[in-house]
């Protein structure tokens, strides 16, 4: 156990030089710039005011950058975990006021102490049960919910804060009086200043633009006569320490939206980290590590009011393009928010909230992927159904509901196709040894005195009578002249103890019917179910083969004498109801 | 669709001769005198009075005579589902009071109603998904529970019911003071009368024997001054036609039990119908028509005041002993039960409550099933645990808890196991073609250029992180030399686009390596898969092989050239967070 296992920084550090500093530098200020408005832009989905976002973006960074296992990782606030934040405690305390407040402070530990505790236990391979459609048609959903929370900001009209979709568009339209023209001027020039800027200039920050074409529009023209909604008073100085204070109650209420916020944000966290990780070879990204290290920024955040964070796609792709070699990176984006908040916080005042809009929706509109729902159509249906049902569920019963529903349905879906597999009988390629699918190929040798099946699935309880039902009708196909059963065990990979019971049984059946009965290709892991299970001395192991041609050829070998029954008949137990 | 498939007695009614009916009238005869006993002592473990377990005893019998596909199934009250009623309704109302009976009957038309829609969606397979494990651990548990739920009546003391086993027992420490001890003489003499005569004299019905020994023990002694408890008045006459009347409360309180009811008692019988059939030839079972067969049997009963019923293991194994050959024989017993109605009730007025729960003891310890625990403990480690973890969930929770954990359980172990499947670099069997586990076999001959892998377990997407990082990991350990890598795709039974993404970036990172890869073996869904996801056509179809020594042989053939990267580069998409 070295400690340098535990601080992935003491790797970097020791070897640091001055090519790494440039990369880093360049690459941490652009970070930090991006920051300013998306720190404060989402801070605003999670219902708190700007500041909050920018507070989330100094500890937890340098936390992170000392204790991930990504080099160019960029922690922070982002869109989806606000979100989730805003839905998690919009239920329990009005958006904005101190108790909702701390609230948020209060969720960040706990993401943090959960996210701590599953890497501690090495439990980072629970996010292995997302799937992409899951994912990808929660993302779109999410990211659909989000940008029209900011329609009331771009628009500058109230609209009651509300996760379902059609209702904040109903009540958009039947506010369309009230508009207020200007405020919805400056947002849509912020969208295409951002946009336009995305692509046709890509090193400029066009965030950043917006923010400074926002303040200056406002401030010049003096817009906030014309109902122009603005940040106003930022305060100035850096984040105090606080311990969030709660109680049971708080627990209770705070623990299921805490755990969803702690594997979805883990989920984008790792994804992008590893995507990223693909192209530097120099290191390994480590799934428990970071876990335990995302969960230590939270923690360390919440203590410096930080609301939840986590790894983000699009600044992490930013920092990796303007050249991050090491976390260090990131501990310059912190201490430019750091001097931002010493001193650059009196700027903002005039700073339109529906340039932040604009930020919030340019950053999420991209999420929305039709292109994976239309592949997955031509790909994999019941992979593209998957996708819908999560889209749906999260727009109709809500986010973590959304991701729930993804996550059982899609586990069922494996259950269920494993309970009723691809079973095969099979045939010979003539003139090789190879045997395959009758139903697919057409060329191939069948023999009435030979049944040859193949189980593509493991043996197991929910499958055995599915199992067997269908080699009962086979065996009744056949007719009567069939004289031996052989069942390739090539895909089966695994049998519990109901699987060798069936065995048992199928073949204690068969031996009275007088059917030979052939294994072949057994693998290691079912051979040992069958020793333990005392299977395999009933069925003999010059019964087994490792291939079906050398079964057929045994079989045909044998002056084939009709076997007695070697196992007792199979008696009810009849001691009660 | 033939009339005469959901009616399966049309097969036997128009061939019923002679030698059939001298069967089941001999087993109609034997249950019905079982029926009997058993009958009144199972509805006082519902918390009913007796009379409504000899109620269950007659329509329901007759009607799945009818619509059942088994012919010896002996249909009626069984101690389980009884167990489940007083659990389920148990917390609506007080037990034995009107509020309560009702109960009880409309829970029997909810259960019928929710088989026969089972089994006319074609459902009757989820009863699948209950592994023997689970059963065999919940079984003990129940019979643990019902069994000492009987205690009170076989000591004549009063214990408040509970269905927490260790509340019970200590309860009757406490008041060993107070036990009656000519109740205790007499419910003990049952037992052993009961357990003696099964041992020794199979052909005399012990339950019934004991039942007139009570009678006439309590009758000619005055036993009734010494404070044994009798059952008292048993009303005359057949039970009455009665709509059960229920609102949504009842509903949203009953749909719950009914459920639990109807799967477990659907899946009790079903097994023992199978067992039973397995014997005969002439006819085939059918769950789905099993449910729905189930179902109207437990509508029609509940218009004639029964309380759930299922086909039960010992009164069907004494059918089927004692020559039953077509559902005649479960109509013989109703006739039995109805003539006892109409004439025999007054003679079970002196019978004691302590004679009904030596019934019960002796049936359900019988269920308790310790060879099944010890045997798993040798055959399957894991299956063991899911019995024992079943087994104290359902005595620290609860009935339906009890079986819903051990549900939920097994069906997680199988999803987690195939998120790690085992996964096997393989090596060659000298002289042959064959390739085998490098980590089982000592001899095979392993090369320092090819990477053979095998992975025992579909490609989807809960597994393909753990796909690639092996995968990475023993490209790492096989060092430089490295110029192949062949995937043998024979234990891959099936693959989800999420499979096809991960095999996809596996061939682009493989190719930037300069490592050739080849696939061996790839069965038909898994082709289609890669068909539908555009795979195929990168992959290459001279890179597929039907086994690994092909791919072998074609790779030394080659002059090994480095193939230039085919595909685009992996890229971020950038949009957003």
Do not use: C
Not at 94 to 116: C, K, N, R, S
Not at 348 to 369: E, H, Q, R, T
Not at 515 to 527: C, Q
Not at 552 to 561: G, K, L, N, T
């Amino acid at each position: 156990m070295k400690i340098a296992k535990f601080i992935p920084a003491l790797d970097w550090m020791p070897k640091y030089n001055g090519t790494q500093l440039k990369g880093d530098l360049s690459a941490g200020l652009t970070v930090g710039v991006m920051l300013i408005p998306q720190g404060m832009a989402y801070a605003m989905i999670a219902g708190l005011p700007p500041i909050y976002g920018l507070y989330a973006s100094t500890i937890p960074l340098i936390i992170y950058a000392l204790l991930g296992t990504s080099r160019q990782l960029a922690v922070g606030p982002v869109a989806m975990v606000s979100l989730l934040t805003a839905a998690g405690i919009g239920a329990l305390a009005d958006g904005g006021t101190e108790t909702y407040i701390m609230l948020a402070i209060t969720l960040a530990l706990f993401v943090g102490l959960i996210q701590f505790l599953l890497g501690a236990f090495r439990l980072g391979f629970l996010v292995n049960f997302l799937s992409h459609p899951v994912i990808s048609g929660f993302t779109s959903a999410a990211a659909l919910i989000i940008g029209l929370s900011q329609l009331k900001h771009l628009l500058g009209i109230k609209i009651e804060s509300s996760h379902y979709v059609h209702e904040v568009l109903i009540e958009a339209v039947s506010k369309f009086g009230q508009i207020n023209w200007v405020t919805f001027a400056i947002g849509l020039g912020g969208i295409m200043l951002i946009m336009g800027i995305k692509r046709y200039f890509k090193a400029i920050p066009g965030q950043l633009l917006a923010v400074i074409f926002g303040i200056l529009a406002v401030w010049g023209f003096g817009l906030t006569e014309q109902g122009v909604k603005i940040v106003g008073e930022v305060p100035k100085g850096l984040p105090s320490l606080s311990l969030p204070s709660f109680n049971m109650d708080t627990i209770q209420s705070l623990i299921p939206v805490a755990l969803a916020i702690s594997l979805v944000s883990f989920m984008e966290s790792i994804a992008v980290a590893k995507a990223i990780q693909a192209r530097h070879k120099n290191y390994k990204v480590e799934p428990n590590q970071e876990l335990m290290a995302l969960g230590l920024a939270n923690i360390g955040g919440s203590l410096l009011q930080s609301y939840p964070v986590t790894g983000g796609f699009s600044r992490t792709a930013v920092n990796d393009q303007a050249g991050a070699k090491t976390g260090m990176a990131a501990i310059i984006s912190a201490i430019l928010i750091v001097l931002t908040l010493l001193f650059l916080t009196p700027l903002f005042y005039y700073l339109p909230n529906a340039i932040l809009a604009s930020v919030i929706m340019v950053a999420v509109f991209g999420l929305i992927d039709i292109k994976e729902a239309v592949h997955l159509w031509h790909a994999d249906r019941s992979d593209f159904w998957m996708l819908i049902v999560t889209f749906i569920g999260t727009l109709a019963l809500g986010i973590e509901q959304g991701i729930g529903i993804g996550v059982v349905l899609s586990l069922a879906v494996i259950i269920f196709q494993t309970s009723r597999p691809h079973m095969a009988e099979l045939g010979k390629v003539p003139g090789t040894a190879f045997y395959r699918n009758v139903g697919r190929f057409k060329q191939l040798e069948r023999r009435p005195d030979l049944l040859i099946v193949r189980f593509d699935a493991q043996l197991y309880f929910a499958n055995i009578n599915f199992f067997r039902d269908r080699i009962d009708e086979l065996i009744q196909e056949k007719g009567a002249g069939l004289k031996a059963l052989i069942l390739n065990f090539d895909s089966i990979n695994n049998m519990d103890s109901s699987g060798v019971h069936a065995l048992e049984e199928l073949f204690t059946d068969s031996r009275n019917r007088k059917l030979n009965v052939y294994l072949t290709g057994v693998k290691g892991p079912v051979r040992d179910a069958m020793v333990k299970g005392h299977l395999i001395d009933k069925i003999g192991e010059d019964n087994m083969f490792m291939s079906v041609q050398e079964a057929v050829d045994w079989h045909d070998a044998q002056i084939v004498e009709q076997p007695e029954p070697k196992f007792h008949e199979f008696t009810l137990q009849t001691n009660a109801e």
